[in-house]
């Protein structure tokens, strides 16, 4: 997966007038088992077991309003039920393509997950932040 180059790029033409900007229509929410390094590398997605991206639409009912520097999710994200074990759970990132694609941003979970044969995965509305503030 693309680092964080192209979307940095389309965002930086944009405030400086090179382009218009169109935001992607959908963004799919993965998930990693290893830590991912601030530059977006050190992704590693489940394999098997039907873990596949969540697609989901990209417009204001699927987040709320921004405050603060961050924005949460307004509606309620599920992945499919796993047939095999993902691993442990550490971080979530969102992606412009359902496989691959180009990392938008990602983030460490609030505590770890363990997802084994037949859990299904769940954040419930408010559950994913997204932060555009260092810390």
């Given at each position: 997966?693309?680092?964080?180059?192209?979307?940095?790029?389309?965002?930086?033409?944009?405030?400086?007038?090179?382009?218009?900007?169109?935001?992607?229509?959908?963004?799919?929410?993965?998930?990693?088992?290893?830590?991912?390094?601030?530059?977006?590398?050190?992704?590693?997605?489940?394999?098997g077991g039907a873990y596949a991206r969540v697609a989901m639409t990209n417009n204001k009912t699927t987040w709320g309003t921004a405050s603060g520097g961050a924005v949460a999710n307004a509606a309620e994200f599920s992945f499919p039920e796993a047939t095999a074990s993902w691993g442990t759970i550490t971080y979530a990132f969102f992606s412009d393509a359902a496989s691959g694609g180009n990392l938008v941003t990602f983030g460490a979970l609030t505590s770890s997950r363990l997802v084994e044969n037949t859990t299904t995965l769940t954040l419930g509305i408010g559950g994913c932040t997204i932060s555009f503030v260092n810390s």
């Open positions: 997966m693309a680092g964080f180059t192209a979307w940095y790029n389309s965002i930086a033409d944009f405030l400086f007038g090179k382009t218009s900007y169109v935001p992607p229509t959908t963004l799919y929410l993965g998930l990693s088992t290893t830590t991912i390094a601030a530059g977006g590398t050190g992704i590693t997605e489940p394999s």
